[in-house]
């Protein structure tokens, strides 16, 4: 299916514009705070830190494992989250629901935020746990990004100044690109819950395309099952005449050879 992006203006979602409009507030609240303390001298600009992900503060300040995605700290980064979140939003939207839309976006959200401190807890080493914070959307649009991946990975997507692309190659991309930075930075930082959410919704696209596919073969076999007994009763039934006649038959094998001798027909028209 494509897409055209003038399709943008008639897809209305209350549950897709609260996720933008809480992240722009509560961004364009954090920046103010901060230059307020740059020009006041107060100490105000690092009250961030107990909204942001620690995996060491985490067991004290349990909001945090959903409540970071809130928090950008750069402004280009912000812009580049906003930027991917309401593209892969429209691309989600047009092929989806709101509803799976905010619940897979949650998902990413808690997966990212778990996937780093389990991480943690198992390589300790990994990463400088008291001075590591997570921020940051990313991990939101990232799930909604690899559902699309792997229930329409085909099905191309229109990308500014690009043209049409195939969904799963932008998801590619995102990786190789988060893989280089890790690569760089060495230490995996806000990788991980990139991964971590990548990994969430791909098995919950997977399990969905396996239950469609289930569901079809079910519904085939129950298909393939009636229509043998009915064959068979048939063959009976024509048996039945050639041995004691059209008189023979009961009432309901009567209906049964005037119903199938219908359908015949019609399906011969």
Request: positive net charge.
């Amino acid at each position: 299916m494509k897409f055209n992006p003038l399709q943008h203006l008639k897809l209305r979602s209350p549950g897709f514009e609260k996720i933008i409009n809480s992240v722009v507030l509560v961004t364009t609240l954090l920046f103010l705070t901060y230059i307020f303390s740059l020009l006041t001298g107060k100490t105000l600009h690092t009250w961030w830190q107990y909204l942001a992900f620690n995996p060491e503060r985490a067991l004290y300040r349990p909001w945090t494992i959903v409540t970071y995605a809130w928090v950008h700290v750069d402004v280009i980064g912000f812009l580049f989250n906003l930027f991917l979140l309401y593209y892969t939003g429209i691309w989600f939207l047009s092929r989806a629901n709101e509803d799976l839309l905010v619940r897979l976006f949650f998902g990413g959200i808690l997966s990212g935020s778990l996937g780093i401190w389990f991480a943690s807890a198992l390589f300790p080493g990994m990463f400088p746990v008291r001075s590591f914070y997570l921020t940051g959307i990313s991990a939101g649009y990232t799930a909604w990004l690899a559902y699309l991946a792997v229930r329409y990975g085909n099905s191309p997507v229109y990308v500014r100044l690009i043209g049409e692309v195939k969904i799963k190659y932008i998801l590619w991309f995102l990786l190789a690109w988060d893989i280089l930075q890790w690569i760089a930075a060495g230490q995996p930082g806000g990788r991980l819950a990139h991964f971590s959410a990548v990994l969430t919704a791909g098995l919950y696209a997977w399990w969905k395309n396996y239950s469609l596919k289930q569901g079809i073969h079910y519904r085939d076999k129950i298909y393939e099952n009636n229509k043998n007994s009915i064959e068979k009763r048939l063959d009976r039934i024509l048996d039945k005449i050639n041995r004691k006649g059209l008189k023979s038959l009961t009432r309901e094998e009567k209906k049964l050879l005037e119903r199938e001798s219908r359908r015949s027909k019609h399906s011969n028209e």
